[in-house]
């Protein structure tokens, strides 16, 4: 590791990431404030030499080392950046811990930081100096833009949702004994994870054959296992969210550095459902209504202050917590001469103070990483034993393999009224329109010009009269193989190519995309027929073509 070219990358990241130099003060009322401070507290890289260690104890110096430098930050300071490089001995390698106070950062912002560092270290490497990307909206302006938008009416109108959604009753978690408090001292976590090839199918395949998300699937397996847990068809969990959800439109936060993190509940409820499938569908029905991807809800609870907010405020919490973080790779990609960091999984140290207390009764984060799924679950063991939660985490999984298997059976192809908001059935109207192991990308309403369209040409049938035809005189060979790919191809991508009409079935026209469609194709040889012959053979193709629609 060259330490110099590491400092001037560490260096150029703070500069350039505002986050990272944020001051935190407490003011006599008891409130906190928050305010960026200059280049003043320069970041330094701190070297730690456990070269003498010996491998069998090396895991628990890191650690330990590593808890001493999260314990280290100081919120008054105006950094809430530490780094320590670990010298392990000539065979072993070195080590970066980065730290950052989560004030001041977000999974989605890690990787831009990790980005930045590697090609500032690899600038200062080659003796250029360090240019990083140009920013995207900064947090401070993100963070007043935001405030601005709390008291809108969009995010009024979404009060009576967030109530309604808090007033749910839900069944508390099953609890192994009386036990103590559940503090960050006694909490455990049981991982599990699937294989490569499983995970391959789980993030390739199995999302877009059940027309859901990733969350939806995986928040499915973690309520099979806990309401099974619980002999209960009902969940509310807590959900975290990137909070990048687009609200203005002059806010980029593509490259934003910052805690923008939403928290926001929703309860799950599979009372109903006869099949695994019927569970999935519940719960992605349930985030399919959610508002703005929950974004308001902090909004109305924190920054809002009226009666109804104060209510809101006043909901009990759900008891579980669950966070995808998403897929994490070694190193931001292939060219190790671009790329000059790899990620481990060499232990990180306490990340939070023993004393304080947990959050959620459980809490549930999972993550893709060297192409594995894994689940973490956190609990306290003055509630739980390990066992009731490796339980819990093994049906989870076993749930998730479910899903993948059952990705092409006949529960999989079964739609709901959210797969098409545009079309705005009921469930029995769906299934009229939709029978049974129909396939469809899309169901919507027709424009009212297209309707008057679809009546003349039904009342009408044969006219053609809005049959578009175009026709073309090749003055040379033509590939007729590659021409009919070539159309082929564009019905595949054009969804109006692929469409049919549902005249009436739901009480209204109806546009039904279909996921493939058969090119009509047709060959003539006219050949041996003189120039007359073939110009009046052409003109009743058109006439005959026309008539067909």
Known sequence: VDVPCLEAALRAVVAHHDTLRLRFTRRQDGT???????????????QVDLSSVP???????????????????????????????????????????????????????????????????????????????????SFKTWASKLSDFARSEDVARERTYWLEEGRLEAPVLPRDGAGGATSVASSRTVEVSLDEAQTRLLLQETPAAWRAHINDVLLTAVAESLTHWMGQPRLRVELEGHGREPFSDDVDLSRTVGWLTTLYPVTLDVSGTTSLGGRLRAVRDSLRRLPRKGLGYGLLRHLADDEQSQHLRALPRAQVLFNYLGQFHQSAGDDSALNPFTATREPLGALRAPKAALSHLLEINGYVFEGRLTLVWTYSQAAHRPETIQSLADHCLHTLRRLIDDRDSDDARRFTPTDFPLAKLSQSVLDRVLPAGALADDLYPLSPMQQGMLFHTLTAPGSGVYVTQLAWTFGGAVDMTAFRRTWEAVIQRQPSLRTSFVPEDAGQPLQWVHPEATLPWEEHDWRGADEA?????????????????
């Open 32 to 46: 906190w404030h928050q305010e960026f401070t200059g280049l003043e507290s320069l970041v330094r890289l701190e």
């Open 55 to 137: 491998e069998a104890e090396l895991p628990a110096a890191m650690e330990s080392e590593a808890s001493r430098i999260h314990a280290s930050h100081r919120l008054e300071e105006g950094l809430l950046l530490r780094a320590a490089l670990f010298h392990l001995g000539a065979e072993r390698g070195s080590r970066l811990l980065l730290s950052v106070h989560h004030l001041g950062v977000d999974g989605v912002s890690w990787r831009t930081l990790l980005e930045d560092l590697g090609a500032g270290y690899v600038q200062s490497r080659q003796g250029r100096p360090v240019a990083l990307p140009p920013r995207s909206t």
């Open 533 to 549: 012959e073939q110009q009046s053979r052409f003109d009743t193709l058109i006439s005959e073509d026309r008539a067909r629609g």
